[in-house]
């Protein structure tokens, strides 16, 4: 099963004030686990860095000049991402990004159904707790000592491990005792499915208290006769 962690820096925080993409980067998991293939670009937005942004990942406008633009790349990124599962945190911030540059360029957005966002999956997990990238990391003891700056293909990588975590460790989900490995959306749906299951009725029927006594008088000096 292939899936695809993926994370962007942009120049702001939302793309239709304007803002753009400036880095942009994926790691390939195969049945959950890094296959050592990984995608990463930095982009030309086109535009100024706010002082903000900056402090955020370091990326100065001068230093993304010199680097290809989206319209150069898209095809790449599209090709290295195919059809797979994206893996993100706090995936509806990437997706309305990625979907703003790729529109932008005459291509279909991508479905919100193709993210797993881990943002999600680890407030599921522990309601009220911090479910930052870093808090993550401290909770599941990822060392994330080299993150001084936000990094795109440094983030992808530390959410690779705290996915791998937040789907059950290095035996996620086993589907019936099978050594079958299932995604976090399937998990999902199982759980689902076991929250709306209707409760079982253990009161015997008549017809089964009938076949009951039934057996039980065939029995020689049954003890369950017996009167107490």
């Not at 890094?34 to 955020?56: H, L």
């Amino acid at each position: 099963m292939r899936e695809i962690v993926l994370d962007t820096e942009t120049t702001g925080l939302d793309p239709k004030a304007g803002h753009r993409i400036v880095e942009i980067a994926c790691i390939e998991l195969d049945n959950h686990l890094p296959t050592g293939r990984s995608y990463q670009q930095y982009i030309n937005p086109e535009r100024d860095m706010p002082e903000e942004a900056f402090k955020v990942h370091g990326l100065s406008a001068d230093f993304l000049a010199g680097h290809p633009k989206f319209a150069d790349i898209c095809g790449d990124f599209l090709d290295f991402i195919g059809d797979s599962l994206l893996v993100i945190h706090n995936a509806e911030f990437d997706m309305r990004f990625i979907n703003a540059e790729i529109s932008a360029l005459g291509h279909a957005p991508l479905p919100s159904t193709r993210a797993v966002d881990t943002l999600a999956m680890a407030r599921r997990k522990y309601p009220g707790a911090q479910s930052s990238l870093d808090a993550l990391c401290k909770r599941f003891g990822i060392d994330n000592g080299h993150r001084n700056l936000h990094g795109a293909l440094v983030d992808a990588d530390l959410l690779a491990a705290v996915y791998l975590e937040l789907i059950g460790g290095r035996e996620p989900g086993l589907l019936l005792g099978a050594n079958e490995k299932i995604s976090a959306a399937e998990m999902q749906q199982m759980e689902d499915a076991r929250q709306k299951r209707p409760a079982r009725i253990h009161v015997p029927s008549e017809a089964e208290l009938a076949a009951h006594a039934a057996m039980l008088s065939r029995i020689k000096e049954s003890i369950w006769l017996r009167e107490g």
